[in-house]
């Protein structure tokens, strides 16, 4: 049987990542789209994606990024 992958998005400070890893999600969403109430900074996600626990997988969401924003 196929294992279904879990992935929280829009994750914007500890609490939230503590519960989405402590819930058994796989994928934690860190939202880089300013008009979203859930936008975090580069920085903000970086302090956050430090403290994730190493098995836990982080991705980023972003709208129409610009070439030298992604890379």
């Known amino acids: 049987m196929t294992r279904v992958e879990v992935k929280i998005c829009g994750v914007r400070d500890p609490g939230a990542l503590d519960a989405a890893a402590g819930a058994g999600a796989d994928w934690v969403g860190f939202v880089f789209f300013p008009p979203s109430p859930r936008h975090l900074t580069p920085t903000q996600a ?23 924003d992604v890379a």
């Open 46 to 68: 970086a302090a956050l994606a430090a403290r994730a626990p190493s098995w836990l997988g982080r991705v980023g969401l972003l709208v129409e990024p610009a070439d030298a």
